[in-house]
């Protein structure tokens, strides 16, 4: 991503532009700033897309480098899970509830094909949930099957500026999924 | 001064502990439940739970054809995939008869061994991790990176290549394609002597697997344990020198059996293994024959009624193919035996009686790929 | 052993198996009542000594369901393919021959799970892939679910 593109963020100029709180922007940014580059992922890899997360992760695409600095085991800890694999039926309520115990605030990459929507696995499969989005709120889709340890660290940028957005006075609302 | 009381002290039971290695943990092995009951740290017995990963790969390709199947096979042990790959397509050319020209041959044979080296490279790294050496994670996948360069610039993509097809290959390898594995294998002989260097050698790790999680040569048969695993009892399972297919029986290899069977035996295996798959690249990548990269294959391909199977040994263990035609240009049934499955079988019978922290050794030895067992 | 001696001796064995002529390995079909005493001489006798089951599958002809054994030799080579059919499509079940070969254990879960075919005295029958309460069995050939499956 070149860095204009990644500095410039017209949602932000807009909201400069419309007056709001000047002392709040300024906590805000730096409050933004320390999440966006500090996001520590849970471990959760189902298949195929696990193994390029791993790449992504070793010395040639290190991604410790954005700030993805370790791996958390425990949800509680965490700040973003990446899905990478399929999700099946069986595995969808311990997805959901790995999300649930996941404290505030998170967010979601959905990494690969079968993530997204299914994938390989959408036509004539009985056990296939069609995308992750059916079980937990989706932030950044990543697409690809799998993607490329580059095209995985383009999503996790796209996440960084996403986050530079949030703000104090509009807190991010979680969506409740039944 | 304060009085001691005494309680009276009654017959403590000792009750069983079970306790959930969940689908989601830090292991990289893929989504397995395993139940573990527990007295004290001990293991008792352990119960697995599969399932979290079932695509219903089988009942999918009832709906595709021949040539659509191989990009679900490549799918299933992901680490294997191209060898999944060769069973179906060795299948398909043995039942309609086809002869595939020499060329392909070779180059299959050399892309097998290729792939059986990555997956051992890797999961060298996670057996490293799962003990605890976090280094071995980082060599081993930087070592890794090799081999994937070049798949990428003969197949256009790194993981899932989808590259055989019933009848050769679905392009021709890139010219540069030799020069880059012969410096590859002159590269990785210098890096495995580092891997000894740090794991093999080092005295915790002997102490966590010498003696560990023994499985007997009787018992290896009789529970179907095949591969490196199988092979590490002392059970001659491999089946590129009982059932040869490409140019298997024209090269040298050894097939090195073990006798004790442990943890330590089923390392040593693999890592034997990787030195066997460079000496026959070796002795293949200066004589592949010229000629096309396919026979000659109708757009529509019809197996005749009857059954086929086709075995192939993967990284894992042997893989079975067993197709049930009816003549339509899909299968009626087709059943993939997986070496997983059976691998998985034995793991309650070899860590009964050792303690927690051994069962994850015995795991990363036995190295499971999950959506294998699952398919 | 060679083939043609091996089919004298397992007609031998069980005189109303039915051979099926043209296959890739040696193949009979057996009646279900027969099929635990075969599998237990087919392992013990030293002359046959069949210890390794390479493959268990089960298949839904539509006309009966069928459970097949792949069956090998690792002292003698030599290989088997023994069928057991059964018509009963609600109730069908088989003997298990997990007490004789260990690693049948889990395929017959699966075969069971994915085609409802019972094995009698198995240790531990249940659904190993799908969760418990699926109703069903995918693998058939009527199997239809409108909620899960999207047709191509």
Excluded at chain 1, 111 to 137: E, K, L, Q
Excluded at chain 2, 79 to 105: G, Q, T, Y
Aim: contains cysteine; aromatic residues 10%.
């Amino acid at each position: 991503m070149k860095e204009a593109d990644f500095r410039d963020n017209e949602t932000l100029e807009l909201f400069k532009k419309s007056g709001g709180n000047i002392l709040l922007t300024t906590v805000d940014a730096m409050i933004d700033w320390g999440r966006s580059n500090s996001i520590w992922p849970l471990t959760f890899a189902t298949s195929c897309c696990g193994i390029e997360m791993m790449a992504t992760g070793a010395s040639r695409h290190d991604f410790a480098r954005f700030g993805i600095e370790v791996y958390r085991a425990s949800p509680r800890q965490a700040d973003v899970i990446v899905v990478a694999g399929t999700i099946v039926n069986k595995m969808a309520p311990v997805l959901k509830r790995l999300y649930d115990q996941m404290s505030d605030p998170k967010y979601v990459i959905a990494m690969g094909a079968c993530a997204v929507s299914g994938g390989p696995f959408y036509y004539n499969s009985y056990h296939v949930v069609r995308g992750v989005d059916h079980v937990i709120p989706v932030d950044v889709y990543v697409p690809g099957c799998p993607p490329r340890p580059e095209a995985l660290l383009y999503g996790v940028m796209q996440l960084q500026r996403k986050i530079r957005l949030e703000s104090m006075s509009s807190p991010r609302q979680t969506v409740e999924l039944k | 001064m304060k009085e001691v009381i005494h309680l009276p002290v009654q017959n403590v039971e000792e009750e069983e502990y079970h306790i959930n290695m969940g689908p989601q943990h830090p292991s990289t092995h893929g989504v397995l439940r395993l139940v573990v009951s527990l007295q004290g740290e001990i293991v008792k017995s352990l119960k697995p739970h599969c399932g979290y990963i079932h695509r219903g790969i089988e009942k999918m390709c009832e709906k595709d054809t021949y040539p659509q199947i191989i990009h679900l096979t490549d799918r299933m042990d992901y680490f294997s995939a191209h060898i999944n790959n060769h069973a179906v397509c060795l299948l398909v050319e043995k039942a309609l008869e086809i002869e595939v020209p020499d060329r392909v041959k070779y180059i299959r044979t050399i892309i097998d061994e290729l792939t059986r080296i990555n997956s051992h490279q890797l999961w060298w790294c996670s057996f490293g991790m799962d003990l605890g050496a976090l280094t071995c994670f980082f060599y081993g996948l930087r070592d890794r990176e090799k081999i994937l360069d070049i798949f990428e610039e003969s197949f256009g993509s790194r993981l899932l290549h989808s590259y055989y097809t019933p009848g050769g290959l679905m392009m021709d390898i890139h010219p540069d394609f030799q020069k880059n594995v012969k410096a590859f294998i002159k590269y990785f002989r210098k890096k495995i002597k580092d891997y000894d260097n740090l794991l093999t050698g080092n005295i915790i790790m002997q102490e966590r697997t010498k003696g560990i999680g023994i499985l007997t040569r009787e018992d290896a048969i009789n529970y179907g344990v095949t591969g490196p695993s199988g092979r590490a009892s002392g059970f001659a399972c491999d089946v590129r020198k009982r059932h040869p297919y490409g140019v298997y029986d024209k090269v040298e290899f050894r097939e090195i059996l073990g006798t004790k069977g442990d943890t330590f035996e089923r390392y040593s295996m693999r890592m034997h293994e990787m030195l066997e798959s460079m000496k026959i690249i070796e002795q293949l990548i200066d004589n592949i024959p010229a000629g096309d990269y396919s026979a000659k294959m109708k757009a529509v391909l019809k197996l005749p009624g009857g059954e086929y199977y086709q075995r192939v040994e993967t990284a894992r263990g042997e893989l079975g193919v067993y197709v049930v035609s009816d003549g339509n240009k899909s299968p009626f049934r087709i059943k993939f035996r997986s070496p997983n499955l059976s691998n998985l079988n034995v793991l309650d019978h070899i860590s009964r009686g050792w303690k927690i922290a051994d069962l994850v050794a015995i795991g990363a030895s036995m190295d499971f790929v999950i959506p294998d067992i699952d398919r | 052993m060679d083939n043609a001696v091996l089919k004298e001796r397992i007609l031998g064995l069980v005189p109303d198996a039915e051979y099926q002529e043209n296959k890739q390995f040696l193949t009979f079909i057996i009646p279900p009542a027969k099929m635990h005493d075969l599998a237990f001489k087919l392992k013990s006798e030293s002359d046959l000594a069949f210890d390794y089951l390479f493959c268990l599958t089960g298949v839904d002809m539509v006309k009966f369901l069928e459970v097949v054994y792949h069956l090998e030799s690792t002292t003698h080579r030599h290989q088997l393919e023994l069928k057991v059919r059964t018509e009963d499509r609600v109730n069908g079940a088989v003997d298990t021959v997990c007490d004789i070969w260990r690693t049948a254990e889990f395929p017959e879960r699966e075969v069971f799970d994915l085609l409802g075919i019972r094995f009698n005295n198995h240790p531990d029958l249940r659904r190993i892939f799908l969760e418990e309460g699926w109703v069903g069995h995918p693998l058939r050939k009527d199997y239809i679910d409108e909620v899960n499956i999207v047709e191509f």
